[in-house]
């Protein structure tokens, strides 16, 4: 009878000990935010001797800076202070959607510290020539860090579809179909930078990038943080995402959490996906600007409009929103039955227009939901923080990559 999924892992030698007690230590410093060796010694287990020479090899690869004395109020010699590096390694996050591409930068504690955006109308533009126009926004974002000393070390590209293996195989509102995205914008980089060494490239669904940051930045950092939660990133479309016990849960194929194309209605108006009647077709960007009276390609100033417009009390634009807000809760009500998560955060688009969709949405949920445990006017739904975005979620991404090994990047 077969007991184990595989053959058994190799025994773990010194070089992988020190490289797992490396990450350790430095996971625990950034946790912790500041701290000094002792305390991490106590919290990890190790030895004060084992966590100074850990340390002064995280010191050595920029990992760490430490500064001044610290005092415990407990017996023995103040400590120096380690915190995270404000230089050295980062992560390059770039989200490529409908109407914009936003690109950041994010430090080892998880700043985001350098931030371009531009808006660009990327439908019926061929795949190739949207990667290279984001590839020019990356260069510049780069070269904006190396002013601040912080070196990229991968890219993690937000996609919306279903991204898989590093490419795109589907992307209804962009019109992209098996699209090798993390090939195509790797080389347009890298001919932008011919100095440099190529950077890694990832990808991953920007709903999913979105959900991470939230759980990293936003409810899943507060002082009592939300660890399962329900995403939905409203944008052109409506994506996405799951987290349960602080885990994206990706499904078999890595394309949970599709939930813009639930169908609400299957005589419904045709989706861009080929089916009929999903939720975007009711709760997506276009929707909500078409039920408003704007124009539904007027992107981003057509949402700042549909919010002005709300906050003036405009009756067509509140039964807009007002009706999305229905469609949402009576597709989520099903997701909550099936997972029963914490909450539900709505981001994107969907964040500044909380205030009308909200309350269309807690009915639906407090009416449907079977537990009974969704009360009107309760907290389980929430807006996304403003802290978060898929572009913020990448670069996370890539510097988890880097806290979870940081030997393998010391060389840099």
């Known amino acids: 009878m077969t007991t184990s999924p595989g053959p058994p892992a190799p025994k773990a030698g010194k070089d992988t000990v020190r490289r797992h007690n490396l990450s350790l230590v ?16 106590a919290r990890v287990g190790l030895t004060r001797a084992a966590v100074s020479s850990l340390v002064e090899q995280l010191l050595a690869g920029g990992f760490l800076t430490e500064r001044g004395k610290t005092f415990s109020g407990q017996a023995g010699r103040p400590g120096t202070a380690l915190r995270a590096a404000a230089t050295g390694p980062a ?19 998880g700043a985001d510290r350098v931030r371009l955006t531009e808006h660009l109308d990327n439908r019926n533009v061929p795949p190739g020539e949207v990667l290279e126009r984001a590839a020019r926004i990356a260069a510049r974002t780069l070269t904006s860090a190396a002013g601040q000393e912080l070196d990229a070390v991968g890219v993690r590209l937000a996609l919306p579809g279903l991204v898989s293996g590093g490419t ?45 940051a939230e759980l990293w930045f936003g409810a899943g950092a507060q002082r009592e943080p939300v660890r ?71 992107g981003v100033p057509g949402v700042t409009e549909l919010e002005r417009r709300a906050l003036d ?87 988890r990559d880097v806290v979870a090994d940081p030997a393998r990047y010391a060389g840099r």
Request: hydrophobic share 45%.
């Open 228 to 298: 399962g939660f329900l995403y939905l990133s409203g944008e052109i479309g409506v994506g996405g995402a799951i987290v349960v016990d602080g885990e994206l849960l990706r499904g078999a194929h890595g394309f949970a959490g599709e939930i813009g194309h639930v169908v609400v209605d299957p005589q419904g108006p045709v989706c861009r996906c080929g089916s009929r009647g999903c939720l975007e077709q009711y709760a997506g960007q276009a929707a909500l600007l078409r039920g408003a009276g704007l124009d539904e390609a007027a």
């Open 91 to 109: 992560g390059l996050g770039v989200e490529i959607n409908v109407d914009y591409v936003s690109v950041c930068v994010v430090d080892l504690a």
């Open 168 to 212: 795109v195989r589907q992307a209804p509102n962009l019109g992209w179909n098996r699209v090798a995205a993390e090939d195509l914008f790797g080389r347009a980089l890298a001919a932008l930078r011919p100095e440099r060494p190529a950077l890694p490239v990832g990808s991953d669904n920007e709903a999913n990038a979105a959900a991470v």
């Open 313 to 399: 009390g405009d009756g067509r634009t509140v039964a807009a929103l007002e009706s999305a807000g229905r469609m949402l809760g009576l597709v989520v009500s099903g997701a909550v039955n099936l997972l029963d998560p914490e909450a539900v955060v709505l981001g994107g688009i969907y964040r500044p227009l909380m205030p009308w969709l909200g309350p269309a949405v807690n009915r639906e949920l407090s009416g449907r939901v079977v537990s009974g445990l969704w009360p009107r006017g309760g907290t389980r739904l929430r807006a996304s923080s403003p802290s978060g975005d898929a572009a913020r979620g990448a670069a996370a991404l890539v510097v």
């Open 26 to 41: 430095l996971r625990t410093v950034l946790d912790e935010g500041e701290t000094t060796r002792a305390a991490v010694a």
